[in-house]
């Protein structure tokens, strides 16, 4: 009995990692040249900008993902997209206005890649999983929590993968510092605290402008629900269609809070508001305060993100009896584990195991010269780089493990499910604003 491409990806998806490690299809030639094989994947892509494009750039690194169709309302992104993956790389691409006739025509898509304004995630989502697709779609799985239930819905229902863009839980950097040394290793003894960041200066938060040359039509803005180009560039910013920076930036790190600490907040509290930027309607600052309770105790993270300064950069750190793990998406922005000599027990053997880096530097001497300094004041903790170094893009490792998921039954790192729990969170802060209050979470707002 033969096997389409088709029926092998099916019965690798439905019979999990075992079976399909040894189905599969050898995928280089003699000469080195890379031909079909059994387990390739058809992929589209909805949305193409700019995070649209990253995720291209990823996928195209991975052996056997081939993109079929790509679909964007706005011709200059689209055709752009069209004419990288057609010339460039000779994808046999088609190229669609709206989704649904994507869906109509494509028959042989295996899964799709979904990287439009938040507010559309579910509407695609939803649609692509019900056409019997696989879906990664980026974070903020939604704007809205009764959208984003409907996902983990439809996803059960369907049978069908869906894997949310919070692509820290692929990287082996962030699998390395709080699965092995915060949970496995106790570095940092119990974690009371995490402090978060993401601050961007003026610059990089101005309105987005194109030239008039290559606007959308009004037509085309009216029928897909923008009511001006300015909107439509700067979705992030309007009720309507995002979240402001909070849920924009703040989703990914929030997300990390409930990795470390095991569980979802108790509560949150947060200030912001729309102070600099009058125009718009999110709040273009939030300061937040989230109460988590594990077997541990109680601990607190705080949560901060500006649009007028930059200070800062952004990174999370996490604060335990011992020490503290500072990390970030971006190694120069936080890559270590911080010791308290006077408290902590003695790290050295970890530089064997190659859990941690020999320290670079001894902290800097406090200066002391005109300074009052008494003995309850603690020193610079030394710093002890970890020792993991990507060699991939780090939306590539998020990808990857989507597709080992549809090809050898890889669990996702993640399935809706956690996406919907950080959506929770992450979109409380923006009620907590809205209203002055503390928001009191039950385990069941969790659930979807
Ligand atoms: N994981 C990450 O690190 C990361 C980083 C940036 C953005 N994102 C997420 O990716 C998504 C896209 O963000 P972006 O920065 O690329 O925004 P963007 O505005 O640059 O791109 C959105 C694209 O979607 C298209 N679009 C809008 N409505 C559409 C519709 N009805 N059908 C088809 N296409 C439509 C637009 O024309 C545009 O090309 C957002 O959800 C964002 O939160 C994730």
């Keep these: 009995m033969t096997m389409s491409r088709r029926d092998f990806v099916r019965s690798v998806t439905a019979a999990g990692a075992s079976m399909a490690m040894a189905g599969r299809a050898t995928t280089a030639s003699a000469e080195g040249v890379r031909k079909p094989a059994a387990d390739d994947l058809n992929i589209a892509l909805i949305g193409a900008g700019l995070e649209g494009q990253v995720l291209v750039d990823s996928c195209l690194k991975i052996p056997g993902i081939r993109f079929k169709a790509i679909c964007d309302i706005w011709p200059y992104?689209?055709?752009?997209?069209?004419?990288?993956?057609?010339?460039?790389?000779?994808?046999?691409?088609?190229?669609?206005?709206?989704?649904?006739?994507?869906?109509?025509?494509?028959?042989?898509?295996?899964?799709?890649?979904?990287?439009?304004?938040?507010?559309?995630?579910?509407?695609?989502?939803?649609?692509?999983?019900?056409?019997?697709?696989?879906?990664?779609?980026?974070?903020?799985?939604?704007?809205?929590?009764?959208?984003?239930?409907?996902?983990?819905?439809?996803?059960?229902?369907?049978?069908?993968?869906?894997?949310?863009?919070?692509?820290?839980?692929?990287?082996?950097?962030?699998?390395?510092?709080?699965?092995?040394?915060?949970?496995?290793?106790?570095?940092?003894?119990?974690?009371?605290?995490?402090?978060?960041?993401?601050?961007?200066?003026k610059s990089a938060a101005t309105d987005i402008c194109v030239n008039q040359r290559i606007f959308l039509s009004p037509e085309s803005l009216t029928k897909y629900g923008y009511d001006t180009m300015s909107r439509f560039l700067n979705w992030r910013?309007?009720?309507?269609?995002?979240?402001?920076?909070?849920?924009?930036?703040?989703?990914?790190?929030?997300?990390?809070?409930?990795?470390?600490?095991?569980?979802?907040?108790?509560?949150?509290?947060?200030?912001?508001?729309?102070?600099?930027?009058?125009?718009?309607?999110?709040?273009?600052?939030?300061?937040?305060?989230?109460?988590?309770?594990?077997?541990?105790?109680?601990?607190?993270?705080?949560?901060?993100?500006?649009?007028?300064?930059?200070?800062?950069?952004?990174?999370?750190?996490?604060?335990?009896?011992?020490?503290?793990?500072?990390?970030?998406?971006?190694?120069?922005?936080?890559?270590?584990?911080?010791?308290?000599?006077?408290?902590?027990?003695?790290?050295?053997?970890?530089?064997?195991?190659g859990d941690l880096m020999p320290i670079k530097a001894p902290p800097k001497k406090v200066v002391t010269k005109n300074v009052l300094m008494d003995s309850r004041v603690s020193p610079g903790l030394p710093k002890w780089p970890l020792p993991i170094e990507l060699a991939k893009p780090v939306h590539q490792l998020h990808l990857e493990n989507f597709f080992n998921a549809i090809r050898f039954g890889e669990p996702l790192n993640c399935p809706a499910e956690v996406g919907y729990e950080t959506a929770v969170a992450v979109l409380a802060c923006n009620d907590a604003v809205a209203t002055n209050r503390r928001i009191e979470f039950k385990e069941t707002d969790f659930i979807a």
């Design 77 to 201: 992104k689209r055709d752009a997209m069209f004419n990288r993956l057609t010339r460039t790389h000779k994808h046999d691409v088609t190229a669609y206005e709206d989704y649904r006739e994507l869906l109509a025509q494509e028959e042989d898509v295996d899964a799709v890649v979904i990287a439009t304004p938040d507010w559309l995630h579910a509407e695609h989502t939803n649609a692509c999983l019900e056409n019997g697709w696989h879906v990664y779609c980026e974070k903020e799985m939604s704007n809205s929590l009764e959208k984003a239930k409907s996902m983990v819905h439809t996803a059960k229902k369907t049978g069908k993968l869906l894997q949310i863009g919070h692509q820290r839980r692929s990287n082996p950097r962030y699998q390395h510092g709080v699965d092995r040394l915060i949970h496995e290793l106790k570095l940092l003894g119990r974690v009371t605290h995490a402090n978060a960041q993401w601050n961007r200066s």
């Design 237 to 353: 910013w309007y009720k309507k269609f995002g979240g402001g920076p909070i849920v924009d930036l703040g989703s990914h790190q929030i997300d990390i809070f409930a990795w470390v600490f095991g569980c979802n907040p108790k509560s949150v509290i947060a200030s912001g508001g729309v102070d600099f930027y009058k125009h718009h309607e999110w709040y273009d600052n939030v300061l937040c305060i989230f109460e988590y309770e594990n077997e541990e105790g109680t601990a607190r993270a705080f949560y901060e993100t500006l649009t007028t300064s930059g200070h800062g950069g952004f990174s999370e750190a996490f604060m335990g009896e011992y020490g503290t793990l500072l990390i970030s998406e971006v190694p120069g922005q936080g890559n270590s584990a911080g010791r308290q000599p006077a408290d902590a027990p003695e790290w050295d053997k970890y530089i064997k195991t």
